[in-house]
């Protein structure tokens, strides 16, 4: 998988590099279509002191694309919360797909059951 890092008014450091392709290699376990992942990185300083970084990820794959942004005081909770997000939709893509794949069988045993009774 292809990632894209974009910063603004951040300095991308090899440790906050490291963080975010380890939390990325995750997802990509999670599902093997991903193309690739945009993570952009803000800090404003304008904001109230609780939410100064925000952290955006966009991925990229077949059918619809996956997006969560999250906005923290630290960077690296921001990463985390925002992966978390992620984690979660392709969790819920992935029970959808299998509940419509499992749903007419499902339907056929209650209809035998019905039948036997």
């Known amino acids: 998988m292809k990632i894209v890092l ?3 008014n951040v300095t991308l450091t090899k440790a906050i590099e490291e963080h975010i392709e ?13 193309i690739d992942a945009r993570v952009t990185l803000e800090h404003d ?7 100064q970084f925000s952290c955006s990820v966009r991925l990229t ?3 619809p694309d996956f997006f969560a942004e999250d906005s923290e005081s630290d ?5 985390d919360l925002v992966i978390k997000k992620i984690e ?5 893509r992935q029970s959808k797909y299998k509940a419509r794949k499992h ?3 499902a339907r056929s045993k209650q209809q035998r059951q019905q039948a036997a009774i």
């Open 75 to 79: 960077l690296y909770s921001a990463i």
């Open 45 to 51: 300083h304008t904001r109230v002191p609780e939410r």
């Open 22 to 34: 380890n939390k990325i290699q995750k997802l990509d376990h999670l599902n093997r279509f991903a």
């Open 61 to 63: 794959m077949p059918g």
């Open 6 to 8: 974009t910063t603004h």
């Open 103 to 105: 749903s007419s069988p």
């Open 88 to 92: 979660q939709q392709i969790r819920k």
